[in-house]
Each structure stands twice: as structure tokens, then as C-alpha cells.
Nanobody, 130 residues
């Protein structure tokens, strides 16, 4: 079982940076941290959840939503069982609860589809003030 835990959310002014972390626990994940493709999703108030970014098991392949491409960077440190989301040039429309998710380890890469991920964190709030 894998349990992602997000941290790093907060309030930031428009144009500023923020870095989210996702530390995953669970016996299987801690033994084989590189075996799970990971993704970040977000949900703004009154809106559906949307894909933000995904990363492959090794970290060699990344994938971004058009709305964040060029501003956000997903990365991972398998030695620390942690995935990161560096967010730069934040906009008020980036305000949302951000969730980290792990895809089953039978796959190599992450995807944009929520249904492809089996393990989800509780989320961390990001608020961008104008």
C-alpha cells in the first residue's frame, strides 16, 4: 500500500514561487521508491479536478498540462521517496487544493487521467493572491 502525503502549500502573491512536496510511505513504496509513476492534480473551488503534471518511475519522462507548462516543474528524488512540484510565476487561477497521486507500479509513466492513479494524498491548499 502507498500513502502519499503532500506538504508545502500556503498563501503566495501572484508572480511568486512555491514548492510542493509529496512524501510517500508504505512498505512497498519505501522498498522500491522508483517503482511508482507519480502525478500532481488540483481542484479549484466549484470546479472539477484537473491534471497538473506527471513523472515516470525514473524521473526521465515528464508531462505537463498546457496551463502550467513553462511555469511548473515536476521532479523526484527516489532516495528520499519524494516527488516535488516547483511552481513559478503563480497566477490567481492556480489557486486550488493540490493532490499527489501514485500510479500502479506495473506502469512506467504517469498520465493525465485521474482514473489511472490508485493512491491519493489528502491534498494541500495553494492560494495565490492578486
Amino acid at each position: 500500500q502507498v500513502q502519499p502525503v503532500e506538504s508545502g502549500g500556503g498563501v503566495v502573491q501572484a508572480g511568486g514561487p512555491l514548492k510542493l512536496s509529496c512524501a510517500a510511505s508504505g512498505r512497498t513504496f519505501s522498498v522500491y521508491p522508483s517503482n511508482y509513476p507519480m502525478g500532481w492534480f488540483r481542484q479549484a473551488p466549484g470546479k472539477d479536478s484537473e491534471f497538473v503534471a506527471a513523472i515516470s518511475k525514473s524521473g526521465g519522462s515528464t508531462y505537463y498540462a498546457d496551463s502550467v507548462k513553462g511555469r511548473f516543474t515536476i521532479s523526484r528524488d527516489n532516495a528520499k521517496n519524494t516527488v516535488y512540484l516547483q511552481m513559478n510565476s503563480l497566477k490567481p487561477e492556480d489557486t486550488a487544493v493540490y493532490y499527489c497521486a501514485a500510479r500502479p507500479r506495473t506502469y512506467d509513466t504517469g498520465t493525465y487521467r485521474l482514473r489511472d492513479y490508485d493512491y491519493w494524498g489528502q491534498g494541500t491548499q495553494v492560494t495565490v493572491s492578486s
